[in-house]
């Protein structure tokens, strides 16, 4: 059992069983701080991490902490961090503590950032063996993962607003929805396709993986080899079916063999961990285990058999392209590494945010999120009673969560996620926080977001890819949105180089706060949570949007050398 005064616990933490403590027993000196420590320890919860025993919450090598003893150092800090004290974090290690005061964060958390002309895998891995790095990846390493439900939102989002734009339809009824990758992110797809009433056919290299997305039922039906996947896909399909099928076998055999049986999906795209081209993507003509084996033993011949297997896969999605699928990037820098190792038309597809995202961005819509500190799934039950009385006229909102209960077990903290715009996520916060107060809630809850939002991120292959002024790699926002997110009073912030595409591709910024139904916290929750996504609405007009404008207009938000009156 934790204990407060006694430490000894997280000394006998056992990384393989590691779980949030819950209910209203503190462990540290206030809630903030038993915030970060009981969303630390659920990101590495074995139901939520990919492998906690090495740390790795998700996306390839994504990690919580740098190291065993740097967790266990990090917990301890915060079981005696005081309340006008904020706690360091360097790439997971905890290295100082700074006087601050009641309404600074708790915890300032810099992940992997490296300077540009370093940064590279090749200089990251080099500090990373030195023990002087670790991959953050967005929420792994600023603990605000809640496990894979945190993505489904979002390939919600993109694939209801491909039927939108694709077929004039709400959903995708009768359309097959081919991809790969089933860890962390990707094992999202399958059940995301599903809500949107799509037949999904997803290749997975490691049967384990696999095995895990049909356990915790968000894969439907294994097939027993890559031709039956696609007869049982077009069965599926042909009958409306939203089943969601898996096959185990590299994302170049899946798409070969359609393209020589002459099937063409109606939607293609690719969540395998091509950001990591050595601890993430697998080459073809092996399976896991000698993956694995190659990868340690002979890392620079692994490296170039990635490579030249992802120029072969975005040849193949091209080709599929051609004969009429609607392909798209989905985040995984899997084009960018095609064309770095030569490949002219690498980016013949768009990403997915420049397809389908950015109108939502233009709003200043992206993901909100919130777990239940108490443990009890009753206080997310009725924040999502909250949020279908405070937003009544969101259709897709109501849709979402109606159907979010229905399909989506907890891993880990009870929490949810929904995508609110500017204008509605402090709302949100504020009514929670009344619920907190008025004993609605039995305990706390966080509010936090993925570093993938509309104003925090500069990420010229995805998030920020094809910006209309052609600002795609300025990371000043990012930057300015950490310092926002510093000055508002978020709970914990962090900053991080990297995520979701790799070394060298992208820079963001995430932030927490605790919703504990104080008047500081509504105080704190009224800025925090206007003013972030107050900066993808800037971001976006900025850059020259007119959706962005007429937003901004609609809210009376002023912009300094823009009219918006
Ligand atoms: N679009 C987004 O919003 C978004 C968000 C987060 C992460 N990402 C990116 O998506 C990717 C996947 O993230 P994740 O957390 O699922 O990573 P992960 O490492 O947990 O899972 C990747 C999976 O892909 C499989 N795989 C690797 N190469 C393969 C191949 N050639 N064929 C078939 N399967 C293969 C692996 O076995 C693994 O199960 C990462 O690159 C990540 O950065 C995208």
Redesign the pocket.
Known sequence: MYTCENMDWIDALDLANLQSPTGTTLHSKGWQQEAALRMLLNNLDHRVA?DPKQLIV?????KAARTPACLKQILKELCNLEENQTLLIQSGKPVGIINTHKDAPRVMIANSNLVPKWATWEHFHTLDQKGLMMYG??TAGSWIYIGSQG?IQ??YE?FASAAKIHYNQADLSGKLVVT????????AQPLAAKICKATSLT????PA??QRRLDDRYLDIKANNIDHAIDLALEKKNNADNSSIGVV??????LTRLLERNVTPDLLTD??????PVD?????GMD?EAARNLRKHDPQTYRQKSLD?MVH?VTLMNQLMERGAHTFD?????RGFAQEHGMKNAFAFEG?VPAYIRPLFCEGSGPFRFAALSGDPKDIEKCDQALLALFPNDHKLQNWLTAAKEHIPFQGLPSRICWLRYGERHRAGVKFNEMVADGTLSAPIVIGR?H?DCGSVASPN?ETESMKDGSDAVSDWPLLNLMSATASGATWVSFHHG????MGYSQHAGLVILVDGSNDARTRIERVLHNDPLLGVLRHCDAGYEEAMRYAKEHHVHIPMKSTA
């Open positions: 990919e998700y996306g390839g090598t994504g990846q967005m993505i979002g390939t993109t790969a990758g089933l860890g962390g992110m990707g094992g290749a997975e290299v490691d993986r696999l076998c590299n994302a170049t055999d899946l969540q395998t961990s091509a950001h990591d993430g993507y697998v080459p073809e896991i297997t896969h989905y985040g995984n820098n899997l997915f993925d993938l995805r995520g979701g595409v790799g």
